[in-house]
């Protein structure tokens, strides 16, 4: 089996320009927002691409990390999580949607233990944190038929147990994917931790293989370019996998929202190789 490319892609016309060179998915974020991370698109921006022949999987994201704080991404208020169930339901309504073709959405709500304070970077990534099971499962079911994909807040999960100890004593990662099992989603897109997938390739490793037995789909990202995405399709062995069967890569030329072709071909002239 070959392995597919989606790539995340910020606007209408990114998102044209992906399925033309050859994406085997889309995840639609607002246009501008790749340095937030990726944030919640218009409904225009659905109309526009809706008659695309590959999954849409919608962005569901109010604001990205808050400038000058130490909190932790990915926590939010009562309100931005009423937005974020508005903006299902708003995309929903279109009718644009298609099961069949495989859209859906992309969300991750964090819950966190706050006891050790705020008062510096490093006590923030030593804060344990999970999955908010309740907004999530909320959400999940707002979503409905549609596929769900928890993000790369699953990170976060990944590294809050990561005090210098060996992978096999940490089981955050774990308790995460259970989680996400119990709230019905379909998929998450990880790097194996914070920091990109060459780093956490290892620990990635085991998230793929234990999200087989809960048939989660898990989407390896994080800093997936031309030089390293064979290697890391290869350690993974996503040709074998049952449910995991895609890499993602923004191909995003520098300094730019818009997609490098080069670095499209290159990739997926690599995942052949694979």
């Known amino acids: 089996m070959t392995v597919g490319l989606e790539i995340p892609v910020f606007g209408a016309s990114a998102a044209s320009r992906a399925v033309q060179l050859g994406a085997s998915r889309i995840e639609l974020n607002a246009a501008g927002s790749y340095p937030a991370g990726g944030l919640t698109p218009s409904l225009e921006d659905l109309k526009q691409v809706a008659s695309v022949d590959i999954p849409i999987r919608i962005m569901i994201r109010p604001r990205g990390p808050l400038p000058g704080s130490r909190a ?41 233990d706050s ?10 990534r030593l804060r344990k944190c999970w999955v908010d099971k309740e907004r999530c ?4 079911a707002a979503a409905q038929p549609f596929k769900t994909v ?33 709230c019905g989603f379909d998929a998450t897109l990880t790097s194996g931790g914070l920091g990109n997938a060459t780093q956490n390739v290892a620990l990635l490793e085991l998230i793929v293989t234990r999200a087989e037995d809960l048939r989660i789909e898990i989407i390896a990202g994080g800093g997936i370019r031309r ?17 995991s069967e895609l890499v993602h890569s923004a191909c995003l030329s520098s300094g730019s929202e818009d997609i490098d072709a080069e670095e499209v ?6 995942l052949q190789l694979s």
């Open 265 to 270: 071909a290159a990739i997926l002239s690599q």
């Open 72 to 112: 932790r991404d990915f926590v939010y208020s009562d309100e931005e999580f009423e937005q974020m169930e508005a903006a299902v339901r708003s995309f929903k309504t279109t009718g644009l949607l298609c099961e069949e073709r495989g859209d859906g959405f992309v969300f991750g709500i964090l819950r966190e």
């Open 150 to 182: 928890f993000h790369r807040a699953f990170d976060e999960i990944a590294s809050c147990d990561d005090e210098g100890h060996a992978i096999s004593s940490r089981d955050a990662w774990d308790k995460g994917l259970g989680d996400l099992a119990t």
């Open 137 to 140: 499962s909320r959400l999940v």
């Open 227 to 243: 030089h390293n995405v064979k290697e890391i399709s290869q350690r993974l062995r996503l040709e074998e996998r049952k449910f």
């Open 115 to 124: 006891s050790l304070g705020f008062e510096s970077e490093s006590s923030t």
